[in-house]
């Protein structure tokens, strides 16, 4: 006996080769087998009449410090899509991180973070304007950064973001102060993209190959348009191309010479944010829906929100396999043409969109 039997789906599991019709026994909130159970009970027995099952999706550029901070949405503002795990990419710094442990425990998505590299985090994105999240070199306090890695295992990276507003006159002081941490503990930084200065040759230099490139595919300057060869070479040797869509860094221009050149994104991404959650970006699941209508085949898109964040960051999420959690996402995909915005104004027709059907996280089905 399972408490639920999600009969006739088309499961995709990158981790496990999976791609077949099945069913998934579900009890105490994890996976307990895939196969046939025709013959087994369960509390709830769900028929998803060969729609297509994978595990819970994870965004892994979110800003989701809600009420902590200014452009924060909530962490489960993209669960009944099926985003089952988000990670923060820099909003808190190591002066006030603190303040998202109750967050972070009352989420029902689980949550990673990235922690800023600067004391406050992003303290004054507003609408009119922003002030950098590093003013000057001693809003950066590489001890007491270290120490709030130590306390928080959540942590998974350090987000800086170079950029004409956001890291000011430093350049990539802030690069490289973030590399020399994250090579000596072992993580990641992880880095925006924005209006130079800092130019994207500058960012890349400084970034060196344990890294994660965000916003990869904008548009305008500091496009990697130039670079595609030397962020081929970088992406070989381990940087993680990620998308960041965002309200300024995702260019359809720049995705199609990108991809059509051989630099393919290692993960889908949203960049929510207050401001950006209203459109164009809305979310992961427009997101890769903007990925099917550049002609990216599903099988290709589930594995850059599922099983590379998992490889990459160190994840428990990310796999349907026996003993996981039962964070599951289920969806169709329906022919339909409608407009797909990105970030510069321009409009792609959609083929086919995803249409999100049911979420379970740990086991427990997500209202809407
Ligand atoms: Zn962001």
Known sequence: MYDIILKNGKIMDPIQKLESKSDIAISRGRIKAIGSFA??????VVDLGGAIVTPGFIDIHTHIMENLTYLGVSPDAQLHEGVTTVM????????????SRALINNARSTVYTFINLGFA???????????PDI???????????????????????????????SSGELGIWDIETAASVSSEIGLRTVSHVGNP???????LNALGNESVLTHAFRGGKNSLVDFVD??????????????????????????KYLMNNGLIPDTLSSDIHIRSITGPCKGLVETMNKFIALGMELSEIIPKVTVKPREIFDLDEGTLFPGSS???????????????EDTEGNILYSTEVISPKLTLKNGVFVQK
């Open 39 to 44: 013959d087994s009970s369960a509390n709830k």
């Open 88 to 99: 923060d990419a820099g909003s808190l710094g190591p002066g006030n991180y603190a303040s």
């Open 121 to 131: 985090g992003i303290p004054f994105f507003m609408p009119n304007g922003q002030t």
């Open 135 to 165: 003013p000057f070199k001693e809003s950066v306090d590489v001890d007491l950064l270290k120490t709030v890695i130590d306390q928080n295992p959540e942590i998974r990276g350090i987000k800086v973001r170079p950029g004409k507003f």
């Open 197 to 203: 200065p800092p130019e994207i040759e500058d960012i």
């Open 230 to 255: 030397k962020a081929k070479n970088m992406q070989n040797a381990g940087m993680i191309i990620d998308i960041g869509h965002g309200k300024a860094g995702f260019s359809f221009e720049s995705a």
């Open 326 to 340: 039962a964070d599951i996402t289920v969806f169709t995909l329906e022919k339909k043409n409608r407009p797909l």
